[in-house]
């Protein structure tokens, strides 16, 4: 593992391909002042081994903030190997919503058990496999990890030695508290979960109006490197690729959903479209479908729902049955 220096002072550690869990992180240096880390990893021992690498890259300028950029746990259970001093940093959506998340502990315990019962047919076997898809062999910590212990609310300018760092909470979009670190002395922004490039992004939260919207900020930037939440380094073209794909769904999951058509099918039909085919090579095509059902509970009016681990566990049920219908085809 190398961390990858993508401008002056200023790393990322990729994991390609960019699937569940594979979270990209950075690393913000001003020479012998200071240093930011932006969002650590779920599993154990990859998260350790970049803490190895950013000691190594920090020596002269100690680690003082740290960013998280959203709630999922695959951008913030790693927290406990960064520096005890350091500051850790979130939007006040994304804190709430890590409060609400089920603790390393519970995923671990039903990702083990999803091991077991993916040998099952039906609905139970869809989703114990899909779990320990999602799982990916990581290695999660055993207790809860450092909650953040700075928010925002809107933007806020982190000075990273004589480096300003412009954090803006663009969300709820993936998630209830998305935020974004742009880099703006060497162009390069840092952009959570709100870029998947190779792989098929997901609605957990919502609107998708916002997601759109943040996507033409990041493209109003115009930054040089984008680093995405999963997936490799990234420029505009990458930006409006998720962009026409989010155009997509919003108007041909609408056209199902005002038809009285169920999600699942929706998700199934759009695949199958010929408007699919310049995203079936994306990564876990399958994730439509956990957009979907947020999509279609936001357009009946109802509040996006938060992300309790039997939510993920239905949306889970939804995507091993899609895939184990797209792998029998």
Not at 14 to 28: A, D
Not at 169 to 196: E, K, N
Not at 229 to 251: F, K, M, N, Q
């Amino acid at each position: 593992m190398n961390a990858q220096q993508i401008a002056d002072g200023t790393w990322a550690h990729l994991w390609t391909p960019g699937g569940w869990g594979q979270t990209n992180t950075g690393l913000i240096v001003d020479d012998g002042a200071a240093s930011m880390v932006i969002d650590t990893v779920w599993d154990t021992g990859r998260a350790d081994a970049i803490a190895s690498e950013n000691r190594s890259l920090t020596r002269r300028s100690p680690v003082t903030d740290v960013v998280n950029t959203h709630s999922d746990g695959d951008h913030w259970w790693g927290n406990d190997t960064v520096p005890s001093d350091a500051r850790i940093i979130t939007s006040a959506a994304s804190l709430h919503a890590m409060k609400e998340e089920t603790p390393p502990s519970g995923v671990h315990l039903f990702a083990s058990l999803g091991a077991l019962a993916g040998r099952l047919p039906g609905p139970v076997g869809a989703t114990g496999t899909y779990m320990d898809r999602v799982r990916g062999g990581a290695t999660f910590p055993r207790t809860s990890p450092r909650l953040p212990n700075h928010t925002f609310d809107v933007t806020e300018r982190i000075d990273v030695g004589t480096r300003a760092v412009q954090l803006r909470y663009l969300g709820p979009a993936h998630t209830a508290g998305d935020l974004i670190a742009h880099v703006p002395d060497v162009g390069v922004v840092f952009s959570g979960d709100l870029l998947f490039i190779g792989s098929t992004p997901i609605l957990w939260h919502g609107p998708l109006s916002n997601w759109i919207d943040a996507l033409d900020h990041l493209l109003a930037l115009d930054a040089a490197v984008y680093v995405p939440g999963h997936g490799p380094l990234c420029g505009a073209d990458e930006i409006r690729a998720v962009r026409e794909y989010w155009t997509w769904v919003d108007d041909a999951g609408r056209r199902h959903f005002d038809a009285g058509v169920e999600y699942a099918y929706a998700a199934r039909n759009m695949m199958q479209s010929r408007d699919f085919q310049p995203y079936q090579a994306w990564g876990s095509p399958e994730r439509l479908v956990l957009t979907m059902s947020t999509l279609y509970r936001l357009w009946k009016g109802e509040p996006a729902a938060p992300p309790t681990l039997l939510r993920r566990a239905r949306a889970f049920a939804d995507a091993g049955a899609l895939l184990r219908t797209m792998e029998s085809r």
